[in-house]
């Protein structure tokens, strides 16, 4: 049996990856987890090292801010892997201004079956306003299409709202 593609879906704050981290250590070790966070000021230092402290010995931390997909080939199929999150992979190629399009279709090309899970995390940015100003309205639209893409693809799609899974999504 191949493992599974699974996006976890969230606010901000919404324990998220609490959730995912939790899926992805049901599976025997070591376990990937793919970081794309960049750490361009104090305050995201500390949210990195907080997100570090409570992953045991078991994980291994790839720091990969943009060439998600490369890595996903590169690791071992048979181990479980976490991604967190594809907001700020998404962040980190709009602010570099690269091919979104491009690296969107390598992103999802990436995504295929595995011998053991594939957990990817994601902000859900659209429940909120409009926003004022041309860019966040951007990265509003790019980061629900992307949401959207990866769902279409994933076996399992959960949205974790104050701490609390809700399948959205699954395919047996």
Known sequence: MTGRIILIL???????????????EQSPGPLAY???AQAF???MTTRIDIHRARRDVRWQTHDCPFDVAALLADLPSAQPVLVDCLTLWLTNHMLADHDLAREEAALLAALRPRAADLVLVANEV????VPDNALARR???CAGR???AVAARADRVILVVAGLPLTVKDVA
Request: charged residues 25%; without cysteine; neutral net charge.
């Open 126 to 129: 659209g429940f909120g306003i």
């Open 146 to 148: 992307l949401n959207q």
């Open 41 to 43: 000021d104090a305050e």
């Open 34 to 36: 793919v970081a794309t």
């Open 10 to 24: 969230g606010g901000a704050r919404s324990g998220k990856s609490r959730h995912a981290e939790a899926l992805v």
């Open 139 to 141: 990265f509003r639209d």
